[in-house]
């Protein structure tokens, strides 16, 4: 079965700084990984997402994201953080061995918080 | 990526009673997905309505609760039917975009369903 975990409620930090959201995935197959964010009364926007190829993925507003197989984590990252990135963060897999019917499980979601 | 568009945006509805979403996409998709995410909580993934087909139900959901129509490859819309409290929640739709199985999802603004 496939899981998603993001072991932070919620990530703080000042405006300019680094910021890391972290994710750590289960699937029995090849995972496919993505992340969206979803500000306040809006729907879910993507970011980024890592299939297969170079661990570190670029995405959207600067994020990046890097997989690392034997940790089996998907961690968003950004060298330095604006208040206007203030959201919510969900990580999610889907299993790519599952092709067209494999489902996306979404993590738990992290609540971003950038101070001025 | 996809333009999708939601109907209404929210909607506060007495218990009993049901409610027809409708999702608008800009552009012919194969998949379509529909996703409840209650107050605080992450996205679960009710059905998915691809065009041609029945529509596909989670464990947890049934068509006679989430009625579900796919009538073209731009359209679909969610039933939630005889209403409760515990319906109260955002509804989102959201279509697969790429080809094969590295295709990323995107999602619809959403529907916010509050039932008294």
């Known amino acids: 079965a496939q899981s998603v975990a993001q072991p932070e409620d919620q990530v703080n930090v000042a405006e300019g700084n680094p910021l890391t959201v972290k994710c750590t995935y289960s699937v029995s197959g090849n995972p496919y990984l993505f992340w969206y964010v979803q500000y306040p009364n809006r729907g879910l926007q993507f970011l980024l997402k890592?299939?297969?190829?170079?661990?570190l993925v670029k995405g959207s507003y600067g994020f990046e994201a890097e997989f690392n197989k034997s940790q089996t984590s998907f961690h968003l990252k950004k060298p330095s953080a604006l208040v206007s990135d203030s959201a919510l963060y969900f990580c999610?897999?889907?299993?790519?061995?599952?092709?067209?019917?494999?489902?996306?499980?979404f993590g738990q979601g992290t609540t971003l918080q950038v101070k001025p | 990526s996809a333009v999708i568009s939601q109907k209404p945006s929210r909607d506060i509805c007495q218990r009993g009673t049901s409610l027809t979403i409708q999702c608008q996409v800009d552009?012919?998709?194969?998949?379509m997905f529909w996703y409840r995410q209650q107050p605080g909580q992450s996205l679960t993934l009710i059905a998915t309505?691809?065009?041609?087909?029945?529509?596909?139900?989670e464990s947890g959901f049934v068509i006679d609760k989430f009625p579900i129509s796919r009538p073209n490859l731009t359209f679909s819309t969610l039933t939630v039917s005889n209403m409760s409290p515990e319906d109260s929640s955002i509804y989102l739709c959201s279509v697969a975009s790429g080809t094969g199985g590295t295709y990323e999802q995107y999602f619809g603004p959403g529907t916010r369903l509050t039932v008294t």
């Open positions: 552009s012919q998709v194969t998949m």
């Open positions: 999610a897999v889907r299993d790519g061995a599952l092709s067209n019917t494999g489902k996306l499980i």
């Open positions: 309505a691809n065009q041609g087909s029945e529509a596909t139900y």
């Open positions: 890592y299939i297969t190829g170079d661990n």
